[in-house]
């Protein structure tokens, strides 16, 4: 999922996702050390996925709050 299909979410929905990938990056680590990782290019998009994630939900929050004021 690219940056312009996460900022059509709403932040609730980032979260659910945020918290998806993070279990799902916790499985690949694990299954890394276990040496059953397949794929080892999906830990790397799992965590640019989360930092994706974290960016627009800071991105969203800095819209509300100029908002607000």
């Known amino acids: ?12 929905e980032l979260r659910d996702q945020l918290k998806q990938l993070k279990k799902e990056a ?3 680590r ?8 397949e ?5 790397r998009n799992v965590r640019r996925d989360v930092a994706r994630v974290n960016t627009i939900l800071n991105q969203k ?6 908002s607000e004021a």
Request: charged content about 25%; cysteine-free.
């Open 26 to 28: 916790f499985n690949l």
């Open 30 to 37: 694990f299954q890394a050390a276990t040496n059953q990782l």
């Open 1 to 12: 999922m690219n940056a312009s299909e996460m900022r059509d979410k709403t932040p609730d």
């Open 39 to 43: 794929n080892t290019a999906r830990m």
């Open 61 to 66: 929050a800095a819209e509300a709050a100029k």
